[in-house]
């Protein structure tokens, strides 16, 4: 079963980048037909896709985050990194990684999610 760990900050100031990492085990994230997301949790609310990568490294993102959001990865180190500029008190949100297979994981279900990570936007 592939496992998935967010880290990074639990706080970010506003105007700043918000950077996590993904670290995958019991994988690799050049599994063909494997795809990589970010997705989040604000308080009271659904999840929402920020975006994804493929097993190609290709990358695709939501409209709603595509101006500011950068998804990266490091194969040697098995991980991909979600960068979210310009953040705002609105971006406070638990943030998951999540591993779909066959599908971009837009809508979900996610085949593996880490545990999440609270990242709080405040000065």
């Known amino acids: 079963q592939v496992q998935l760990q967010e880290s990074g900050p639990g706080l970010v100031k506003p105007s700043q980048t918000l950077s996590l990492t993904c670290t995958i085990s019991g994988g690799s994230i050049t599994t063909v037909h494997y795809y990589w997301s970010w997705i989040r949790q604000p308080p009271g609310k659904g999840l929402e896709w920020i975006g994804a990568?493929?097993?190609?490294?290709?990358?695709r993102y939501s409209p709603s985050f595509e101006s500011r959001t950068s998804i990266s990865r490091d194969t040697s180190r098995n991980q991909f990194t979600l960068q979210l500029r310009s953040v705002t008190p609105e971006d406070t949100a638990v943030y998951y990684c999540a591993r779909t297979e066959d599908s971009w994981g837009i809508k979900g279900p996610y085949d593996d999610r880490g545990q999440g990570t609270q990242v709080t936007v405040s000065s």
């Open positions: 990568m493929s097993y190609t490294g290709t990358t």
